[in-house]
Structure formats: structure tokens, C-alpha cells
């Protein structure tokens, strides 16, 4: 076997510790490793790769429940049973190291990543949504960042044909340099049509199909295993380049291929390529695999055997195929224009063997190098950080109440995180596949059509970091409650939950103690509120770079949850319907404006306590929304989150321009009435005709609930004062962002 | 009448519109591939929306070379009915079924939203059942769409009444303001001069089906559907 004499120097320089080099021999049974073994070990092992610095609280996380199909970690997305003979694929992926250079390939190559995992497992992507991260909005880097991950997401998922149903953007300066960009996909398959990412059977053709083999993106997932630092953009060549076109071929060959029987399992090859796809498929099989990497169709002429295994080029599938029907698979990539090639075969024994020019270049065995397998798992050391009791001693006495709400409000709305996305959310094809049902209806979640069927799916993405950031519990319990909150409005039902863990360094006391804090937070709530964590992704090391030295990004868990519409006539919009209606806020207000977009932006004070909070609580009110909207009572239901009682308010006049007219609360500040993000709240209209029914029904549940107000005009008013026109209010609202970023 | 719907390879409305046809409308559909040679009886023929061959090169520019597109020609040519949308109508273009081009928005941006658009026709097989001057809401998504023909070009198609729609606001007001992506004379939609071959920017396909709200886009589809039962 040829060796080019590594040694711990060379691991060192790949991001192997040590005491991970020495393990390797061990694994190796004494052998020293080779460049290209070497090399291979360092991605699979790498954080993005192995999970080795997360895995133990990942599995923490409640990860059964009765409509899933496939629990955590099983295959490439989870998988819920959702009835009529359906199943609905999903799950959420970071691309923030990439994009944090090249935002435009590193969103895009986001978008892919994401849907091949779906219909890698023979599932149609039928809607996509995005969280995104980005700094301070006035700095031109922000502005970069930003306009070139819209497009990048944009481009990619437009020409693939995937809609865009919901997302979130929030700005913060911890982001300044590391903006974070998760997406999510949501496929729907034929509950017997799935594909496993497995591959057994000795003597089975092993193929690689879809795109060439080029240099790009090598060493990738070592690269997101590490710190952004002012050198990162010298990693450019980490970053891989989408071809979206490509993709789609790739889409609707696979889709083809999941209809017949001609395969034991199929994996896309994302970080680490070839290495990562033959290790997982061969070791879940308990098999091995020859693999001769002169058969891979390459870009270029001369690429190194470890350049072939680790390269992230995209639009790359591994397909095990059943011995004998080559010939049709090959036929099916033929139609489509698309590489078919096969490359190895399945062995037996669990021995990866990589050739290249005659030659054995790698030989491992493939449960050493995989997460549950040989792969390393480590508990870090955590620290609670000094600010998290400091942030507890702030009250809402040392703020003083405003007395101006018109010019508060008017201040409010044009806030980059409270203004609307409109200029973003108009570059990404929302209503390609002819499924959203949100566009002329908006609601809290995106409503996917499943077309001849009564039934519906809500998705959504949450995470409000600042909450995360000040009590990572907490907040991110609240997390998984806003995302709960927002299935329940639109009148679904929550199910299950996948998420993306961005977090700064793990060998940081403090970041690793808002990792392993906001994990609790995630598996209390997800608990309480019977959604199964179906997988998702961590990624660390997210920081900005400042002259005071890095500091990590607000910790920041993304909750992307569905939910079942069991019959589309519960399907509940967030705008008001009628004028006359009573509006109810269904849950209590606060006198509490703790960590609100009101507190930081327009007081300037960085650092309180989590808003209000309490999980029976909002559990109760969760469940009776719910028998409320079955029962027919509730014309618009908008949850109160960023921004408060007003915001909500208004974004609920802004759909039909119609008005409103409300009263504060006594023995409640004004501000905090309006303004404070105190938890479990909803804005509920209501016909009169109905209101007895309601007020009898939430009597009998026990539900707390506030008449505040009707549906009227076309003006917002507060105890008898007008606030300012629904109009001019929306036109601030839906020009703001427009006005910061292109300025 | 029996319609053939071709997909292109990333052609990625092709089912909507299928389902459309199918479904929604009752008509018969054939689904047609890019490499065939026939188009299997199909007497009206849709290039659906997407991203054929990735629009790399110039949106439309490769799929006319594509071998059916030799049949959708003779079939034109016939005085057979063909309607491209988005990038059909773009496809449509290159292939010169249609005059004029569509360029990059003068935004530079892609945009999806629902835009207004004001009936400048109703003599042609696919707006008869809309009055003129109606105005009907219904989606676009693209990023190549601002619709240029030299000035004879855009004189001859008004004066032969072959815009079929121009971008507006909801009061049919048509103008600078209310060009969606600052095409000619706001031009969203036109026909050629023997009035068999429809393009158009917006998606009627996205605006047919009563699940998502807006059913605006199935006069387009029902004034078919009038054509044919007389």
C-alpha cells in the first residue's frame, strides 16, 4: 500500500487531535495510517461528520412517537406517517461556514444538500423553508452577505422547482461576520416507495450517479468543523459550487428509480463525498465495499485518490443496485442525460477497500469511522457564563415608560427584524408545485396542499436566539412552543421536529453550557408537546470576528416543526376577516418586557431576563385553540411573538387592510401591553354571534382569556387615540428592509 | 380537444399544469418528452414553466433545438394551437413562434409575486371568456421577463391586437408604476398573427385551483374550454 509518511503533524493539520491519531492506530490494529486513511478519518470524525462533541445530549431528545416512521439518525431525513397511505419526509441543515465566504454558492449548495436528502429517500421535496441569520443590516458586509445568499437560495431552488413556504430572517451583530443560513425541506412519498440509505448483499453493483467528480469542496466538513477566523476566506476552495439543474435531472431520476424495485438503498453524497456515503451505507448493512476510484467520472484529469473520496462536488448520488438489473437503472440515468457508472461492489466483512490505479490506497473498517460506530464521543466541559445571573437582575422599573406609543409604534415597525421580508421573500418562487395554500390566506405556518385529499401540512421554522441567548433553557423551550404556537393557529395539529443546532465553539465552557442547557430546554418542551425530534444538524464554531476578539454568535437552536391539517376547513388565517368582530387575547398579558424587540432596540438594553414563560400554560392554551378552531369559533388566529400585542395587531390589519380598536389593561404598563413578548399568547377574532359560545367554552376549559377590542375602520386605535393609518403603518412595514439593504 | 404538455429537461411546472388540464379542466392530456418525435395526436400544445436546460445559456436558447420542438413548429405551422408559459413563452420566442424577446427584469432580481393583469383582448382562443379591460390577478415567478421588440415590432403587434394582457394594479391602472418588470407597453402575454400561438409571463396554472385561494387564472383555461363545446 502506498504511504506518503504521515504523522501526528499531518493528523494535527487535518483537525485530528492526538488522542484521536492513536485511536486510529488502534482501529487500524497497530498500522500506521496513510495520507489518503488519514485524510479520510479527519472528515469522517470531524464535528460535522461524527457529531462526536454533541451526540450524547442529541440523544437525550425524546425520539419516538406514534406517526414516525424513522427515528433519529435511521435515515437522511426523519419520516412521519401521515396518513391516506402517505408519509412526509423532512429536515433542516445548516450552510453557514460556506456561505460566510461565498454566500451566494454557499446558500445555494444549502438549498441542495437539503433536498437530496429528501428524495434521496424517495421523497417528492413539495416545500422548502429558510432561517436566516445576518448582522448588523446598515454594515456593507451585512448587505453582501445578504443579497448574496437571497440569490443563492433563490437561484437554486427556483430552478430545481422546490416552493418557498415559510422562513424567518432576524438580525443581530453577533452575526456581523458569521451569518447562519439553515434550510429546510419537506417531501411527501408513498409509504411503501421509500428508499433507505442501506447496502447489503455480496456481489452488488455499487454506482455513482449525477454529477462529475471535480475538486471542489474537499476537506469541506473539516472546514465547517472549525473556527471562522479572518482567514477563512483562503478556504475558498472548501466551498462547493450547485448546479441546480443537475439536480433536477437527479430529482426526477431518483424519483423514477424509487417506483420500481431495482435497488438495496441509495444515499446522497454531501459532506465528504464518496467517503461518507460508502462508510454509512456499508456499515448500517454491516457489509463492506471495493470501490475503484479510476471508474469515477472526474471534472479534471489527475485528481489524487483522496481527492476523489473526500471531494464535495454536489448532485452526486451512491446507488447499491441489486445484481442483475444494472441495465435498467443504467437506462433510467440514460433518459435524464445523467453519469451512471459503476464503481464497486458490495463484500462481505465490513472492510472499506479504495483502489486507484491498481493499486489498494485506503483499506479501513467502515464502523470505526462512523458516528454510533468507532467514531469519537466526547462530553466537554461547560461553565455557566457570569451573564446569565446579571441578566437576571434587571426590572422593568428601570425603564421608563414612553409616553408617545404613536411614535414608539411608527419606531417599531420599521425595524429590520420586525419590518416585512417582502423584498427577500419575493426573490424565491413561493407557489411553484401549485401546493401553497398560504398565498392568498396567509397563516402562521406555510399549508401545503396534498392535492385530492382533505388533508394539509403546516411547517414552520422558529427560534427567537435572544431568548436562547439570555437563558438557553428557557428559550429554547420557547422556541419549540412559538413553532407549536404557529401549527395550532393555522389549525393544525404539531407532529414532530427537526432541528439545527448553531452554536459557537465546543471547546468553550460557556458556548458548550448554552449547547448543553438549550438541549434540555429542547427535550423538556418537545416532550410536553408530543414532537419527537426526528434529526436535524449541529454545527459550532460559529463567531464573529471583532476587535475585542471572537465572540460566538447568539446560540441559536432552529425549531423546524409540522404539523397535520386533518381536514382543510380548519385551516385558520392570521388576517382579520370582518369588521366587528371581537378581538381576544387568548392567554394573559404581562406586565413584562423582558428580552423584547421593544427593549433592545428602542431602550437599547442588551441583556434581561427571558420574557414570560410558563409550559402548562401555554401547552392548555395550545390544546384549547385547537377544540376552538375545530369548533368552528375562531374567523383569524395570529400569534403574539416579535414585536408584541401591536405588531400582532397589525400584522392580523395589514392582510385585508382593515382597522382596529382597543383598550389597554389596568395595573399593566402601556408598553408592556403592546409591546412585551410575554409567552402563550394568541390574537383571536371572533363573530359576535359566536362569542358566547366561545367565552362558555373557555369557562369550562379553564382558559384565561382578555376581550381587548374589535375589527374596525381602517385606522389602529388604542383606549380612543389613533396610532396611524393600517396604510401608512403597512407601507412602513413593507418598505423598511427594502430601504436599509439597498441603501 | 386533447392537449400534449412537454417537458424539457428542468421543466418544473409541467405537472402543475397537468394536473390543471387534467384534473381542474377534464381535458384529455398527453404528457410529451423532450426527445420525442411526435406529439401523439395532441391538438394543442403547452410548453409549461421552468428552467429548461437551466436556462444557462439565455432562458429558452437551448430547448428550441430540442427534437420535438421540430413537430411543435410544423404543428404551429399548421395553424395548430401552442401556448407557452414563462419559460414556454420564452422557448416560444427563441423558436420565433413569437416576435420580440424577453430580457432580465429591470429589477436584475427574480420575482415571484401576484400581479394584476388588464384584459387587452378578448378575440383569441385563450381569453374569450374574460371581457376587456377585466382585470384578473394571477401569479409570476421569473427572473427573464421584460418583454422588448423593436418599435415596428410592438406597432404591428398592437395594431393586429395581439397583446393578450399587460401588467397593472388592481384597478386596471396601467403605467410605470404597475409594469411588474418593465416590459414594452407593460406587455405580460401575446399571441401571434393567425392567433394559434399564446405566450405569456404569468402562471394561470397557479390561479385554478380553489385550494389556494385565487381561481382568476381559470379564464384562461375556460375560454378554451368555450372554444371547444361550440
Not at chain 1, 450 to 460: L, M, Q, R
Not at chain 2, 24 to 38: A, N, P, Q, S, Y
Request: net charge negative.
Amino acid at each position: 500500500m502506498s504511504s506518503n509518511e504521515p504523522n501526528i503533524e499531518v493528523a494535527k493539520k487535518l483537525g485530528i487531535l492526538e488522542e484521536e491519531y492513536h485511536k486510529i492506530v488502534e482501529h487500524l490494529e497497530g498500522r500506521e495510517p496513510n495520507f489518503t486513511e488519514l485524510s479520510i478519518y479527519a472528515v469522517m470524525w470531524s464535528e460535522h461528520c461524527s457529531y462526536k462533541n454533541s451526540i450524547k445530549y442529541l440523544k437525550t431528545l425524546p425520539r419516538t412517537g406514534p406517526h414516525l416512521l424513522a427515528e433519529a439518525g435511521e435515515e437522511n431525513a426523519g419520516l412521519v406517517d401521515i396518513g391516506d397511505g402517505l408519509a412526509c419526509a423532512f429536515k433542516i441543515e445548516s450552510h453557514n461556514h460556506p456561505s460566510a465566504i461565498e454566500p451566494y454558492q454557499g446558500a445555494a449548495t444549502g438549498v441542495g444538500g437539503i433536498n437530496r436528502d429528501i428524495f434521496t429517500m424517495g421523497a417528492r421535496p413539495v416545500a422548502q423553508l429558510n432561517s436566516l441569520r445576518f448582522g448588523d443590516p446598515s454594515l456593507e458586509k451585512t448587505k453582501w452577505l445578504l443579497k448574496g445568499v437571497v440569490k443563492g437560495i433563490g437561484d437554486y431552488g427556483n430552478s430545481f422547482g422546490v416552493p418557498v413556504l415559510g422562513g424567518e430572517v432576524f438580525f443581530d451583530k453577533s452575526y456581523n461576520t458569521n451569518p447562519l443560513v439553515n434550510a429546510m425541506s419537506v417531501g411527501i412519498v408513498d409509504k411503501g416507495k421509500t428508499i433507505s440509505a442501506i447496502a447489503f448483499g455480496e456481489g452488488n453493483p455499487v454506482f455513482i450517479v449525477g454529477s462529475s467528480t471535480g475538486k471542489d469542496g474537499i476537506h469541506g466538513a473539516t472546514f465547517a468543523s472549525g473556527d471562522l477566523s479572518e482567514t477563512s476566506m483562503d478556504d475558498l476552495p472548501a466551498v462547493q459550487v450547485g448546479d441546480p439543474f443537475q439536480e433536477k435531472l437527479l430529482l426526477e431520476a431518483s424519483l423514477e428509480l424509487a417506483g420500481k424495485d431495482y435497488i438495496i438503498g441509495m444515499q446522497d453524497m454531501g459532506a465528504a463525498g464518496i467517503t461518507c456515503s460508502t462508510s454509512e451505507m456499508s456499515e448500517k448493512g454491516g457489509v463492506g465495499m471495493d470501490i475503484n476510484l479510476d471508474l469515477v467520472p472526474t471534472r479534471q484529469e489527475g485528481m489524487l485518490p483522496f481527492e476523489i473520496l473526500l471531494s464535495e462536488s454536489q448532485e452526486r448520488m451512491l446507488v447499491v443496485v441489486k445484481k442483475g438489473f444494472e441495465n435498467q437503472v443504467t437506462e433510467i440515468f440514460d433518459k435524464w442525460d445523467l453519469n451512471c457508472v459503476q464503481i464497486g461492489v458490495v463484500t462481505k466483512g465490513n472492510t472499506l477497500r479504495y483502489f486507484a490505479k491498481d493499486e489498494l490506497v485506503a483499506e479501513l473498517p467502515a464502523d470505526t469511522l462512523v458516528l454510533g460506530g468507532g467514531a469519537p464521543v466526547y462530553d466537554r466541559e461547560y461553565r455557566e457564563p457570569a451573564y446569565h445571573q446579571k441578566a437576571k437582575s434587571f426590572t422593568i422599573d428601570s425603564i421608563k415608560e414612553p409616553e408617545d406609543l404613536k411614535a414608539v409604534t411608527e419606531f417599531m415597525v420599521a425595524q429590520p427584524n420586525i419590518a416585512s421580508k417582502k423584498w427577500i421573500i419575493k426573490q424565491y418562487d413561493s407557489m411553484v408545485g401549485t401546493i401553497n395554500m398560504s398565498t392568498n390566506n396567509p397563516s402562521d405556518a406555510g399549508i401545503v396542499n396534498i392535492k385530492d385529499s382533505n388533508k394539509a401540512i403546516a411547517v414552520t421554522v422558529d427560534c427567537n436566539a435572544r431568548y436562547v441567548h439570555t437563558d438557553p433553557q428557557v428559550g429554547c423551550s420557547i422556541a419549540v412552543a412559538e413553532a407549536a404556537r404557529n401549527i395550532v393557529c393555522s389549525g393544525g395539529e404539531p407532529s414532530a421536529v427537526t432541528n439545527c443546532c448553531n452554536f459557537g465553539n465546543p471547546y468553550n465552557p460557556e458556548a458548550y453550557w448554552q449547547f448543553v442547557m438549550a438541549i434540555k430546554g429542547m427535550g423538556e418542551a418537545c416532550e410536553k408537546f408530543n414532537t419527537p425530534v426526528t434529526g436535524g444538524n449541529v454545527s459550532f464554531y460559529n463567531q464573529t470576528v471583532t476587535k475585542d476578539g471572537d465572540v460566538p454568535v447568539l446560540p441559536t437552536p432552529t425549531i423546524g416543526m409540522i404539523g397535520l391539517v386533518n381536514d382543510k376547513s380548519n385551516i385558520t388565517p392570521l388576517g382579520f376577516e370582518n369588521e366587528g368582530d371581537h378581538i381576544i387575547l387568548l392567554g394573559e398579558s404581562k406586565n413584562d418586557i423582558n428580552s423584547s424587540e421593544y427593549l433592545r432596540s428602542f431602550h437599547q438594553v442588551e441583556l434581561s431576563p427571558a420574557p414570560y414563560f410558563n409550559m402548562d400554560e401555554e401547552y392548555h392554551m395550545q390544546d384549547t385553540l385547537q377544540k376552538l378552531i375545530k369548533a368552528g369559533l375562531i374567523n383569524s388566529a395570529h400569534d403574539c411573538a416579535d414585536g408584541g400585542l401591536m405588531i400582532t395587531l397589525l400584522e392580523s390589519s395589514y392582510v385585508n387592510n382593515i382597522g382596529f380598536s382597543i383598550q389597554t389593561k389596568n395595573g399593566i404598563r402601556r408598553d408592556a401591553f403592546l409591546f412585551g413578548e410575554a409567552q402563550g399568547r394568541v390574537v383571536l377574532s371572533v363573530s359576535k354571534n359566536n362569542f358566547d359560545s366561545f367565552k362558555q367554552y373557555c369557562n369550562n376549559n379553564n382558559q384565561i382569556f382578555e376581550l381587548i377590542g374589535s375589527v374596525i375602520g381602517s385606522v389602529a386605535i388604542v383606549d380612543g387615540n389613533s396610532i396611524g393609518s393600517i396604510k401608512g403603518l403597512k407601507e412602513t412595514y413593507n418598505n423598511s428592509l427594502e430601504k436599509i439593504i439597498l441603501n | 380537444m386533447k392537449f400534449g404538455v412537454i417537458t424539457f429537461p428542468g421543466s418544473n411546472c409541467d405537472q402543475d399544469m397537468i394536473y390543471v388540464l387534467e384534473s381542474i379542466m377534464g381535458f384529455e392530456v398527453v404528457k410529451l418528452w423532450h426527445k420525442d418525435h411526435d406529439l401523439q395526436g395532441a391538438e394543442f400544445v403547452v410548453l409549461p414553466g421552468g428552467f429548461s436546460y437551466g436556462d444557462y445559456l439565455r432562458s429558452g436558447a437551448i430547448a428550441r433545438f430540442s427534437p420535438i420542438m421540430n413537430e411543435v413548429v410544423n404543428h404551429a405551422k399548421k395553424g395548430g394551437y401552442v401556448m407557452g408559459i414563462c419559460n414556454g413563452f420564452q422557448i416560444l420566442c427563441e423558436a420565433q413562434l413569437l416576435p420580440g424577446t424577453l430580457q432580465h427584469n429591470n429589477s436584475q432580481l427574480f420575482v415571484c409575486d401576484n400581479v394584476y393583469l388588464k384584459t387587452a383582448t378578448s378575440n383569441s382562443l385563450v381569453t374569450n371568456a374574460l371581457q376587456k379591460d377585466q382585470v384578473i390577478k394571477v401569479p409570476v415567478a421569473h427572473a427573464e421577463g421584460r418583454y422588448f421588440n423593436h418599435a415596428e415590432g410592438i406597432k404591428a403587434l398592437e395594431d393586429a391586437d395581439q397583446v393578450l394582457f399587460r401588467y397593472c394594479d388592481a384597478n386596471g391602472l396601467v403605467n410605470d408604476f404597475t409594469n411588474l418588470n418593465g416590459s414594452i407597453n407593460n406587455i405580460a402575454g401575446i399571441t401571434n398573427t393567425n392567433r394559434n400561438v399564446f405566450g405569456m409571463m404569468p402562471h394561470p396554472e397557479r390561479a385554478a385551483d380553489t385550494n389556494l385561494g385565487n381561481i382568476d387564472g381559470k379564464k384562461i383555461f375556460e375560454s378554451i374550454l368555450n372554444q371547444v363545446s361550440v
